[in-house]
């Protein structure tokens, strides 16, 4: 009975033993598993959120930059982003690409239109989206400028020299004018050591940045080069030497009265308080016959003579209106022409602060209008 009894106590604590083994074994392999599908899901919606996250990032960019069919608002485009990150993340990038898209924008008009602080390009472009809302639409022309003589190449060897005024902002400052030079070399031989000479003669404040020497010009060749001047009178001319190894040459440049103008934008509505002004002594005008070849080149005229902003420009109108403002003193110019349809009579009138300037810029355009 003792043996029974031993044997019966063994059986049951191995049934113990081993009961408990498997429960604790069962138990682990079910925390296993539990932990197991825990991080299976985890991942999953992990994985989901991210693609979600990822898709509606792709989707809102697209949208902000034309690859979807409609274009909604910035505002609508992320204030159904449920997510703070993505929604922080795409309007950094929006704001980005706005900045960029502006900035690029911007950067392309400059270099299309050329860049003029001082007024020119940048000015018109200025004056004619202020005065298309009224429904006022300028059609800017192409002005080329006229070539001048500097030197004639049988005075200069066989060297010949071209300039014309490029109206081009100078780096040196709003006060200088910019000369294009073309120098030709008209002789059997090659030319050398080509230099701007004489500057220590300059008097009354003006000022000459020359070209850099050029130390070979081949015979038959053309070379471009650019002057920079600093006027101070719309009468004076300013005098200097061409130098090369045979000899030197004397030349001078008299301003035309229109280039000693940069062009200044100014809103059409403000034009007429600024002409009342400016009237009395400082108003200027007269009246003629206007060529009927004429009638339709009135902006172009202008604009070719002076270098003004147009503020009005129709023919069907016959108003022409322009601003600008002196190089020299900053004096401000103002043109207005109107042309009658029924006779072609026009009415020239020109207010300046400076009345010297004034009158003799009314009767460079009437010279040119009438021819």
């Known amino acids: 009975s003792e043996e029974e009894e031993e044997e019966e106590y063994y059986d049951s604590e191995d049934d113990e033993y081993y009961d408990s083994e498997e429960e604790e074994e069962e138990e682990y392999y079910d925390s296993e598993e539990e932990e197991e599908e825990y991080d299976s899901e985890d991942d999953q919606s992990f994985y989901n959120n991210n693609n ?18 409609s274009s909604p608002s910035p505002n609508a485009l992320f204030n159904n982003n449920s997510s703070g990150s993505v929604k ?18 911007n950067n392309n008009i400059n270099n299309l239109l050329g860049s003029n602080s001082g007024g020119g390009t ?17 059609s800017i022309p192409n002005i080329t400028q006229k070539k001048h003589i500097l030197l004639k190449q049988v ?70 080069a650019k002057l920079n001047i600093k006027f101070k009178s719309i009468t004076k001319p300013v005098k200097f030497k061409i130098s090369h190894s045979i000899s030197s040459f004397s030349v001078k440049i008299t301003p035309p009265v229109g280039e000693l103008i940069k062009s200044v934008a100014v809103p059409i509505s403000e034009f007429p308080a600024i002409q009342k002004r400016l009237g009395g002594m400082h108003e200027s005008s007269t009246s003629f016959l206007l060529p009927e070849s ?12 002076v270098n003004v902003a147009p503020v009005e420009a129709s023919i069907i109108n016959g108003t022409y209106k322009y601003a600008g403002k002196g190089i020299l003193n900053d004096e401000q110019i103002l043109i207005s022409v109107t042309v009658f349809p029924n006779d072609h009579n026009l009415k020239l009138k020109v207010n300046c602060d400076n009345t010297i300037l004034g009158n003799m810029l009314l009767t460079s355009l009437k010279n040119t209008l009438k021819n």
């Open 294 to 305: 004429n009638v339709n080149l009135v902006n172009e005229k202008i604009l070719s003579q």
């Open 88 to 105: 922080n993340l795409n309007n950094d990038l929006m704001n980005l690409n706005i900045n960029n898209n502006n900035n690029n924008n």
């Open 52 to 69: 979600k996250q990822q898709n509606n990032s792709n989707n809102l960019m697209n949208n902000f930059l034309g690859g979807g069919s």
């Open 155 to 224: 005075v200069g060897n066989g060297l010949k020299i071209e300039f014309s005024y490029i109206r081009q902002n100078s780096i040196h400052g709003p006060n200088w004018n910019v000369i294009k030079l073309w120098l030709s070399n008209n002789s059997e031989s090659n030319i050398s050591n080509i230099s701007v000479t004489g500057l220590e003669q300059l008097t009354d404040g003006v000022e000459v940045i020359p070209f850099p020497n050029i130390n070979i010009l081949p015979r038959g060749q053309i070379v471009e």
């Open 122 to 138: 940048m000015d018109l472009l200025s004056s004619s989206s202020n005065n298309s809302s009224s429904g006022n639409i300028i």
